[in-house]
Structure formats: structure tokens, C-alpha cells
């Protein structure tokens, strides 16, 4: 059963009779998100210091947007990827979260605006965010950070992205990661888990919006095979970083997330899997339409306080 606070919002979606993004072109659907938002409008969480900078390369601009909790030097930074199905989103999208995340954490974020599809294509969303991170830890000092206690994550298609980049990492043996945060993570593009068939009248995703990603975002299907796009499908998940892996009941993305953390577990990797049966996919980053996720933000942030700290 939906939680009461996701229940009404799924009522509420469904007496606006909005149009689902599947339905739209890829302009179209960013069209919407950004009037959802507008209309929502809530109020930021206050930081010390929001700036806007540029990573990357410059042959590879990337927009980053830093925040920071307090004027405190050598806190820990999270590397922040957004969801969106690899299609939408962008630093306005996920601001309201990062602040959250920030504040809870008692961490420094770094929010990547990576190339969208299905203009980008893979892997180009996954090559910004290896190079996002590689310019996190190249200039750590520059940022005030604790390059020993950078940390990678991200929602939906970002949580793809940043366990993409927990293996890159590993492969080729670059600096540790402190932890990854995987929320409601993509990891198996085949998209057939039985999640998939979740159809609750009115949720945001459904297995068909993740399917319209999937295709905007894969130059071929057979892509669908190769670890970097489904990490699940990853030949190696031993000495990984630790995993803290959200998942959601009302989510197609329910199964692959679990089977995700299991994965981990199964290879001596320390993971926390926090389940959340009545809520659905994209709830943290509703705001304070849920007040689930007040509980669901105060336990991530506990987990991260206590991973970079180790």
C-alpha cells in the first residue's frame, strides 16, 4: 500500500490528467519538468555558499554547481549525479535535494550537469561523470575538500551513473572512493524485472517511462549488455566502495536496485539497503509534498557523516 503522503500526491497527478512523459518528445518533457517545478516553487534550503563553476576539460566543458553546508574546510564532498532517465534534468532540477543532502550530511556537494540524451548519447553522460569526478579529486584542494573523503552518487539515472563510476575507479585503480549513494539506481537497461509491471494508477514512472529513457538514451539495444550501462551486469563487484542503496515499492526500479545491493553483499562489499515498501520512484526529490522524505534524508546523511569519517 502506497504511504499516506505518496497516496495523495498520486491522487492529486491523477485528477490533473497530465500527460505521461512517455508521451512526449524529449523538448516536450523538459518543458514540463521545468513548469512542475515553477509551480512547486518551494522555498531553498539557505547554504553558506552556492557557486557555479566549470569542469572538465576545454575541449569537455561540464557546468558543476558546488554547495556548501558551512564555512568548515576539509569536509567531506559528495559528487552528485541527477536523475532523469538520462534525458531530463539539470543543476535547477535537483537543487532543492542537494541542498537537503548537504545539510544533512554535513557534506559539500557537487552537482554534475552531464550531456543529455538523446542528443548525447552513451556513453557520453557516463564519460562527463568519470571526468567530473577525476576533476573533483584533482582539485580537492581548490574545492577545501578532503580528497580522502569524496564520495559519488546520485538518484534514478544518476545512481547508474555513479556506480558506473565506483567500477571505473577500481578498474583503474584511481583513488578510492569514501562510499557510493546509489537512490532508486538504474542497473539493468534489458528493463524486463518483475517491477517493471508495477501499474498503480498515477505514478510518475512506470516501467513504459523507463522503456522511453532507455530508448532515447541507447544508440542500439545492444548496448543494453554492456556494463556501463547496466552495471548490474558488471563481471566484478569485489572491493568496491561501501553502498548505501535506497530503493522504493512503487518504483519498476524496485527489483534491480535489491538485486544491485545483493550483488555487493555477496561480494564482501559493506552495503546498507534501505527499503521504503509505499513510497514510489523519485520521492526525495518532491520536497516537503512528502514528509517521508525528512526521515529518508536524515538517514542518508547519517550514513554519509559516518562513511567519510572512517
Known amino acids: ?87 531530463l534534468g539539470d543543476l535547477e532540477s535537483h537543487d532543492l535535494l542537494c541542498r537537503r543532502l548537504a545539510l544533512a550530511g554535513k557534506t559539500n556537494v557537487l552537482a554534475v550537469d552531464y550531456r543529455l540524451a538523446p542528443e548525447n548519447k552513451f556513453p557520453s ?39 558506473v563510476v565506483a567500477h571505473e575507479r577500481r578498474n583503474n585503480n584511481k583513488p578510492r572512493l569514501a562510499c557510493q549513494i546509489l537512490i532508486y539506481p538504474a542497473t539493468d537497461l534489458a528493463c524486463a524485472s518483475p517491477s517493471y509491471q508495477i501499474a498503480e494508477d498515477g ?14 538514451y541507447l544508440a542500439e539495444r545492444f548496448q543494453e549488455e554492456d556494463w556501463r550501462a547496466s552495471p548490474l551486469r558488471a563481471s566484478d563487484f569485489s572491493d568496491l566502495p561501501p553502498a ?25 562489499v559493506s552495503v546498507v539497503h534501505h527499503h521504503y515498501p509505499g513510497q514510489i520512484h523519485g520521492f526525495l526529490s518532491m520536497g516537503p509534498e512528502l514528509p517521508t522524505t525528512e526521515t529518508a534524508i536524515a538517514e542518508l546523511g547519517a550514513y554519509m557523516r559516518g562513511r567519510s569519517d572512517q
Request: charged share 20%; proline share 5%; glycine share 10%.
Open 1 to 87: 500500500m502506497l504511504d499516506e503522503d505518496s497516496a495523495a500526491l498520486v491522487r492529486g497527478l491523477r485528477s490533473l490528467n497530465i500527460p505521461r512523459t512517455e508521451t512526449l518528445s524529449p523538448l516536450q518533457a523538459r518543458a514540463a519538468m521545468a513548469a512542475a517545478r515553477r509551480a512547486r516553487a518551494p522555498l531553498p534550503v539557505p547554504m553558506y555558499e552556492v557557486r557555479d563553476l566549470g569542469l572538465g576539460t576545454e575541449k569537455n566543458h561540464i557546468a558543476g554547481r558546488l554547495y556548501r553546508p558551512n564555512a568548515q574546510r576539509d569536509l567531506p564532498l559528495l559528487v552528485f549525479f541527477h536523475g532523469g532517465g538520462w534525458v
Open 125 to 163: 553522460a557516463i564519460e562527463d561523470a568519470i571526468e567530473a569526478v577525476d576533476w573533483a579529486f584533482a582539485h580537492a584542494g581548490e574545492l577545501q575538500v578532503n580528497v580522502a573523503r569524496i564520495m559519488v552518487g546520485g538518484d534514478s539515472a544518476g545512481g547508474n551513473l555513479a556506480a
Open 203 to 216: 505514478l510518475p514512472v512506470l516501467g513504459s517511462t523507463m522503456i522511453w529513457f532507455r530508448d532515447h
Open 244 to 268: 548505501y542503496v535506497l530503493t522504493a515499492g512503487y518504483d519498476p526500479l524496485s527489483d534491480e536496485g535489491g538485486a544491485y545491493a545483493d550483488k555487493l553483499l555477496n561480494s564482501d
